[in-house]
């Protein structure tokens, strides 16, 4: 028992022995990932490779040291001299340990059988002399029966407390020879045996709990490293984007399906070892270009090399019109990894965004300098007005005054125009046949595009009908085919066609209109930009460049869609999307005219202007007087106010919508119609102008459909139709 013992706390100082040395072990990695990487001439050749094998098999005891005869590390930098010294004395002492530990446990186990057999012999001896002296005793019994008894006794209850004590020895020993054997197979279930002995029995156990819990723990951290293998491979095997990862000597190293998936590569096409120059080839096939961050062209022999330095990032442009982008991070211990996600949809969705802001910006730009553009007209076309029906004239003048008219009107038009791309022109909505509208303009296209341009029309939404402005939809459909003629100089075809689908990215029902000619094509860098105003390809003076941007604005405040599609040299589409009429209503058909019925004034009638533009406030009063009113200005709202308190009643007000003060003119409009003459004592009419669009104005000065409205630019007999003097 006494070598038993000792055998024992040698195994328990050996094993606390190894966790020391596998601890140093941890440092030395530490030391080994943090020195500097410099030259190596050491050459490893396949043969020594081999032989380095085949002596792991049979004697990996003596592997370490040919290893270091052959790499010869002392002849290295200090740094790795020193580790490898320390790294052999410690696996040459890792292998005294384990032949030790090996003799040991062969020790234990044969000293336990010792003892069981000692233990045994002790028991077969003792009967044998029990035995000797029940004979013994025989001889005596006619001497003393009670004395033969009592001794029986005796010796039957020492036997038995020793065999119990022999059984209870024996079991605890195969107890732990037990769990020792459960352990060495694997099984995790085992537990510390039970037994309450302060004995060399007891130390046995306690030396097994220690080795059995450091053989769970390993087991324990054996299983959640396979799974985090398993969890990391899930991942890396599911990502969506592509994933590749290459070494410090630039071969590949692994690579996941969404790597293949986007380049299109099959399981052949790549291996393990694979040089970098060879998979870039694979995936360089097709016609591309490579960008950075500031859309400035790279290249890969520059990012080859930073790519195992720093972080890199750029963007694979290929002609097919698909985007990928590479983002490659170094690895601590030497290589690279990137990451390889297709930005082709998110790209074209960011295009879409980026195109839609721009247009709306630039339909907020134009819209407010059609406003300001209308109050100068305004003040331009009064005064022209008044300097034409002012006599005497020479035919020099009239002639001028006649030249600045129409150039004038001409300003007044283009502004509609620049109201039409910025949605904010007054259109006149009517239900409309749509294949018959194209049907009925069909002879005016073919008049308009000339003799050497065929026109065909495939319509196929008979009595389908669309709530818009017929005139405006005209004007559109001949502007896309003078743009179309221009395009096919030497001739060609023009086509017509309809047909009943959605809004796109929508399920509202719609009518598709496509004008389809074979002329030259729109070149791709132009096709982005064909809506803007003023942009246009043609010579100066041959095109404003508003035609597709007035046509743009009229198809979105009709609540359509315009689609424009080309391919350079052989054809263009335009397609107008426009909203199906579901249920037809008869729209009365409006006008200019019709919106303001005149105004019957008496003769010598009084009327306020308000307007605080002076050029305006200028031309409009003295057309106003040349009419014959009476006519008193004022710059702002609250002046009237205070001038109606004074009992000065004119006959009629006409106000501008943005005055000097804080009440604008809607405000004053509906503030004295609310009032009907009980407290400012004024009912009469109350004309508003503007040179804003009357759906902005509803939008944001809240102008009611009851209320007199004319825009800006109008001229004299615009007013002498409002205001009429009766008989």
Not at 238 to 251: A, P, R, W, Y
Not at 340 to 350: F, G, H, P
Not at 374 to 380: D, E, R, S, V, Y
Not at 622 to 632: D, R, Y
Request: with cysteine; charged share 25%.
């Amino acid at each position: 028992m006494d070598d038993l013992q000792v055998t024992l706390e040698e195994l328990v100082s050996l094993v606390r022995e190894e966790l020391y040395i596998r601890e140093d072990s941890l440092a030395q990695q530490f030391r080994i990932r943090h020195l500097n990487k410099g030259k190596n001439d050491s050459t490893v050749t396949d043969l020594q490779g081999l032989t380095w094998l085949l002596q792991l098999l049979e004697n990996p005891s003596a592997l370490p040291e040919n290893i270091n005869k052959v790499l010869n590390f002392k002849s290295q930098t200090d740094s790795v001299r020193i580790i490898a010294d320390e790294l052999l004395t410690a696996h040459k002492r890792l292998i005294e340990i384990h032949e030790r530990k090996n003799y040991l446990l062969i020790s234990i186990r044969a000293k336990s059988e010792q003892l069981s057999a000692q233990v045994s012999y002790f028991v077969g001896d003792l009967q044998k002399k029990v035995t000797r002296q029940r004979q013994d005793v025989a001889s005596f019994v006619s001497n003393g029966e009670n004395w033969i008894i009592g001794i029986s006794v005796f010796l039957l209850l020492g036997l038995s407390r020793l065999y119990l004590y022999s059984q209870r020895m024996t079991k605890d020993l195969e107890a732990v020879t037990h769990e020792m054997e459960q352990l060495s197979l694997g099984r995790v279930d085992s537990q510390k045996p039970v037994t309450h002995r302060n004995d060399e029995i007891g130390t046995l156990v306690d030396a097994f709990e220690v080795f059995r819990r450091d053989a769970l723990r390993r087991i324990e951290v054996t299983a959640e490293l396979s799974e985090q293998k398993r969890l990391l491979e899930t991942i890396f095997d599911n990502m969506n984007d592509g994933l590749s990862v290459f070494s410090e000597k630039g071969t590949l190293v692994a690579w996941n399906s969404g790597y293949q998936k986007l380049f299109d590569l099959s399981d052949d096409d790549l291996q393990v070892g694979m040089l970098l120059e060879d998979v870039q080839f694979l995936i360089n096939r097709g016609q591309h270009k490579n960008l950075n961050i500031e859309n400035q062209q790279v290249y890969m022999e520059e990012i080859n090399v930073s790519r195992h330095l720093r972080f890199q990032s750029f963007e694979r442009h290929f002609d097919s019109g698909k985007i990928v982008e590479f983002r490659s991070k170094p690895m601590p211990e030497g290589g690279f990894v990137t990451l390889y996600t297709d930005l082709t949809e998110r790209k074209s969705v960011e295009s879409q965004l980026h195109q839609a802001q721009k247009m709306e910006m630039l339909g907020q730009l134009t819209g407010g300098v059609a406003h300001d553009f209308n109050n100068l007209l305004a003040a331009i076309m009064g005064n022209l007005q008044m300097l034409s029906d002012s006599r005497p004239q020479t035919k020099d003048q009239a002639r001028y005054i006649d030249r600045a008219l129409v150039v004038s009107e001409k300003s007044s038009n283009l502004v509609q125009r620049l109201l039409s791309f910025s949605r904010r022109q007054q259109l006149f909505p009517v239900s409309i046949a749509i294949d018959d509208l194209i049907e009925g303009m069909l002879d005016l296209v073919e008049y308009s595009v000339g003799n050497n341009i065929q026109v065909a029309h495939h319509l196929h939404c008979p009595d389908v009908f669309s709530l818009i402005d017929p005139s405006q939809l005209e004007n559109a459909l001949l502007n896309l085919a003078l743009n179309s003629a221009s395009a096919m100089p030497k001739g060609g075809q023009l086509t017509f066609s309809t047909k009943l689908c959605v809004l796109p990215d929508s399920d509202i029902p719609a009518v598709r209109i496509r004008v389809e000619d074979t002329g030259e094509g729109i070149p791709e860098d132009v096709l982005s930009r064909i809506f803007e105003p003023f942009f246009t390809t043609k010579p100066v003076g041959k095109g404003s460049g508003l035609g597709l941007s007035m046509i743009y604005g009229f198809v979105k405040q009709s609540g359509g869609e315009i689609v424009v599609t080309s391919e350079l040299g052989k054809w263009t589409r335009v397609c107008l999307f426009l909203p199906k009429q579901l249920t037809f209503e008869e729209v009365p058909k409006q006008s200019i005219d019709s919106l303001i019925a005149p105004i019957l004034l008496p003769e010598c009638s009084s009327i306020w202007l308000v307007e605080d533009d002076e050029e305006v406030n200028r031309v409009m009063r003295e057309q106003l007087e040349k009419m014959g009113f009476f006519v008193q200005s004022f710059d702002r709202a609250e002046t009237v106010f205070n001038a109606l308190k004074k009992s000065i009643i004119p006959d009629a007000i006409v106000s501008d919508v943005n005055l000097a003060g804080t009440i604008n003119g809607v405000e004053l409009a509906h503030i004295i119609k609310k009032d009907n003459g009980r407290t400012l004592g004024f009912n009469g009419p109350v004309l508003l102008m503007s040179g804003l669009p009357q759906e902005k104005l509803k939008q944001n000065y809240h102008l009611d459909k009851s209320d007199l409205f004319i825009s800006k630019p109008f001229t004299i007999k615009d007013l002498e139709r409002i205001f009429q003097m009766s008989k």
